[in-house]
């Protein structure tokens, strides 16, 4: 627990007050990260469960589940966790959401007292909690989960082909990799420093062996005899998830795009996967826009503002 908070705790905000949970259950928070998060991506329900609860074991040492009282009598929970400079909440349950004003002034003051640079939101559509919480709060999207379910056997590609990337192009591409997703990261709000620490711990976690890393595939997308841009999905989950996607800057404009994209949903089907997940910054409205028109769903907005 930090050394601030058993000062910062005992101040209401107005006839609302956050304090660690004494015997903290984790069923319902497990429960409702099921629904909300993993069911779609698993597609069975044991083992969604089995997904949010590794989730909540492996963030245990940097979280905390916060009762939210009212006048001392309880009246929800939040789970908090450390991330590098941020204080993110990744769930919220209240039993009157009117009380998400107070809550959010609550975790703001929170922030603020721990010193963190941002207070972040996940925000699943349709959860009244984090919906309210986020409301009119000052809250901007720095990134979106989507999926596109495939239970609708998406239209061949006739144009762009996928191959498997060479290990020349490789080493030319894993390059700027690192620096280019550092820097991505570094528009959607953190430090240089933090996001620059996040992009090389993730490269060097996904892609230990490069090309022959399990669970990963790098492909040249192709049109006709050239090579028009990238795709990196990942087979590590029942949804395979793009890690990355490119059009090179001299074919873009040209529906190379979108092209990729339902190249890598026919490559997902043919595989066995039932969706196809990716992560999109919220300043990136380009991508943005692609990804609606191929019918991808948002599964959650990632919001934020200084406290």
Same mark, same amino acid.
């Given at each position: ?40 991506? /698993?597609g ?16 245990r ?26 204080l @993110?909440?990744?769930?919220?349950a ?17 922030a ?22 986020? @409301?009119?709060?000052g809250?901007e ?59 090389e ?17 790098i492909?040249e997308?192709? @049109?006709?005899e050239?090579v ?18 490119v ?12 092209g ?10 043919? /595989? ?5 997940g990716l ?29």
């Amino acid at each position: 627990m930090p050394s601030n908070l058993a000062t910062w705790q005992s101040r209401p905000v107005p006839d609302l007050s956050l304090s660690p949970s004494p015997s903290p259950s984790e069923e319902g928070l497990v429960e409702r990260l099921t629904v909300r998060r993993y069911l779609g991506e /698993h597609g069975d329900r044991d083992a969604a469960r089995a997904a949010a609860a590794a989730q909540v074991e492996r963030l245990r040492d940097r979280s905390r589940l916060l009762e939210v009282r009212e006048d001392g009598v309880r009246r929800g929970e939040a789970w908090v966790v450390q991330q590098g400079d941020d204080l @993110a909440v990744i769930d919220v349950a209240l039993d009157d959401v009117a009380l998400a004003p107070a809550l959010r002034d609550a975790l703001l003051d929170l922030a603020r007292a721990e010193r963190r640079s941002r207070l972040t939101v996940t925000v699943s559509p349709g959860d009244p909690g984090s919906e309210a919480l986020v @409301a009119d709060g000052g809250f901007e999207t720095f990134a979106t989960q989507m999926r596109l379910d495939l239970d609708v056997e998406p239209p061949a590609e006739d144009v762009v082909v996928l191959r498997p990337m060479g290990q020349e192009r490789y080493n030319e591409w894993i390059q700027g990799q690192v620096a280019e997703y550092a820097e991505a990261r570094q528009r959607s709000g953190e430090s240089a420093e933090r996001a620059r620490e996040v992009s090389e711990q993730q490269h060097a976690e996904l892609l230990p062996d490069g090309l022959r890393s399990a669970g990963h595939h790098i492909f040249e997308g192709v @049109a006709g005899e050239e090579v028009v841009g990238l795709l990196w999905l990942s087979t590590e989950r029942p949804m395979v998830f793009v890690y990355d996607v490119v059009v090179e800057e001299a074919h873009r404009g040209r529906g190379h795009g979108a092209g990729i994209m339902r190249a890598g949903a026919r490559w997902a089907l043919d /595989h066995g996967a039932h969706a196809i997940g990716l992560n999109v910054f919220g300043y990136n409205d380009v991508a943005r826009r692609l990804y609606d028109r191929l019918g991808y769903q948002v599964t959650e907005n990632f919001v934020a503002r200084t406290p």
